[in-house]
C-alpha cells in the first residue's frame, strides 16, 4: 500500500498538483534516496494551470520566432538563427507539460534516439554554419536538414508513421530500368 501511495504521489507531482502536507511528513525519511532530478522535480512542480501557461507561451515564442523568420529568408544566417530559436522553443514547450525528465526519457527512447540525434545534430550544424561559417549555401542546406530532422523527430511520437513514410517514398522514387 506504501508503493502506491508513493506512486500516486508522484503522479501528482507530474501532473503538478500539491502533494498533502501529512504525505509529505511521513515521506520525509524516504526523501534521502530520491535523485538529483527527483528533487528538481519535486522543488520545482508547476500546477497544471502554470504548466499550460508555459506551454502556450513557449510554443506560440517558437511558432512566431518561425514564422519571422521567413521574413529574412533571403538573408540565410539571421533566417537560420531564427528559425532554429524558434525550433528550440517549440521543442522546449513539451517540457512544460510532460516535465523536462520524461522529456528527456522519451527523446532518449531506443524506439526515437536516431531521430532525436539527428535532429539535435542538425540544430547544431545550422547555428554553426549561421553563426561562424557566415556562407549562405550551407547555411541553407543546414536548414534544409534541420527542416527534415525535425519532420523525422516528429514522426517517431506517431506509431508507424516512419515506416509509412519510408515506404511511400520508396515506391515514389523506386527507380529499377
Not at 78 to 96: D, E, P, V, W
Not at 123 to 137: E, G, T, W
Amino acid at each position: 500500500m506504501d508503493k502506491m501511495n508513493h506512486a500516486f504521489e508522484k503522479m501528482k507531482m507530474m501532473v503538478g498538483m500539491e502533494v498533502e502536507e501529512e504525505q509529505r511528513a511521513s515521506g520525509e525519511e524516504e526523501e534521502s534516496s530520491l535523485s538529483f532530478m527527483d528533487d528538481i522535480n519535486q522543488d520545482c512542480a508547476l500546477t497544471t494551470k502554470q504548466r499550460f501557461y508555459g506551454f502556450a507561451i513557449c510554443l506560440s515564442a517558437g511558432l512566431t520566432c518561425t514564422l519571422l523568420s521567413m521574413l529574412v529568408f533571403f538573408n540565410p544566417v539571421k533566417f537560420g538563427i531564427t528559425f532554429t530559436l524558434g525550433n528550440l522553443m517549440a521543442l522546449g514547450s513539451t517540457a512544460f507539460l510532460i516535465g523536462p525528465q520524461r522529456q528527456v526519457t522519451m527523446m532518449l527512447d531506443p524506439a526515437r534516439i536516431y531521430a532525436t540525434a539527428l535532429y539535435l545534430a542538425s540544430i547544431i550544424i545550422a547555428l554553426f554554419c549561421a553563426l561562424y561559417v557566415r556562407n549562405k549555401l550551407l547555411t541553407l542546406l543546414a536548414i534544409i536538414l534541420e527542416f527534415s530532422g525535425l519532420i523525422w523527430y516528429s514522426l517517431s511520437y506517431i506509431p508507424f508513421a516512419r515506416t509509412m513514410v519510408s515506404k511511400a517514398f520508396m515506391t515514389c522514387f523506386d527507380t529499377e530500368f
